[in-house]
């Protein structure tokens, strides 16, 4: 019976990956994880039987498992960098401008990630009410107006000159273009963006990542976290977001 437990566990978490990757949901990163996890389970176990038969199986198992001890760690560090960043408190700190990240659409009504960081930007903005402030994000597929004009929408106050101050970025498609054309709408209102601080509202899982972009353009900014609404939904990009810090790190030079 313990002898099968390992080929149950690789079977169920085959089983449950593939079901978050054809079913929709929005964890189809997790499913591809799982799936991954499997597959890595299963190798483990080949690479084990070989090491019983050979000594050339023996070295290539501990290249294996001292690799994968390593990956781990370096993916839980990532992880725990991530979670302290998302759960930053900045909203009384002074700031000179306030840059809204945008997230997807669906037609014109904002989706949740979206909603989260609306929500959490109309807050601090009320706290903050006499700095410029850039909603960023362009048109994607599936999206029947730009991510900038869904908050637009969101945070207009009828008969407030304050909504002035909203300016809209609709070019950008990720998070260094987010940056960067928000950076040049900024500096075309006056603002200084060497010497400024910049509050900047994304989710919680992206502001380490936020933050790690916008130094490259050359900003300096704070973070103001978006919590999501569901737990599973916020572990399944907190899960996500480690392997594109990764990416981000490797790749992405902009």
Not at 50 to 56: D, E, M, V
Not at 166 to 173: G, Q, V
Not at 174 to 193: I, M, Q, V
Request: with cysteine; hydrophobic share 50%; proline share 3%.
């Amino acid at each position: 019976m313990r002898k099968n437990l390992p080929y149950a566990c690789i079977a169920l978490l085959t089983l449950t990956g593939l079901g978050l990757v054809v079913i929709p949901n929005g964890m189809r990163f997790t499913g591809w994880l799982f799936l991954g996890a499997a597959a890595v389970w299963a190798l483990g176990i080949l690479v084990v039987l070989w090491g019983k038969r050979s000594r050339a199986g023996k070295l290539c198992g501990r290249i294996f498992f001292t690799g994968l001890t390593l990956g781990l760690v370096t993916l839980a560090g990532i992880e725990a960098a991530i979670v302290f960043r998302g759960e930053a408190d900045n909203s009384n700190l002074p700031v000179d401008a306030v840059i809204v990240l945008g997230a997807g659409v669906n037609g014109e009504t904002p989706s949740a990630a979206l909603w989260s960081r609306i929500r959490a930007a109309e807050d601090y903005l009320e706290i903050h009410p006499d700095v410029p402030v850039v909603l960023s994000g362009g048109q994607g597929a599936g999206e029947a107006i730009s991510e900038a004009e869904a908050m637009r929408r969101a945070l207009w106050k009828e008969d407030r000159a304050e909504n002035a101050r909203l300016l809209l970025e609709e070019r950008s498609t990720n998070t260094a273009e987010n940056f960067r054309f928000s950076k040049a709408l900024l500096e075309e209102w006056g603002l200084d963006t060497g010497t400024a601080t910049i509050a900047v509202v994304t989710n919680d899982f992206h502001c380490f990542r936020a933050h790690m972009i916008a130094r490259r353009q050359g900003l300096k900014t704070i973070d103001v976290p978006a919590e999501l609404p569901w737990w599973w939904l916020t572990a399944n990009y907190y899960l996500r977001e480690a392997f594109a810090v990764v990416k981000t790190s490797l790749f992405d030079l902009n």
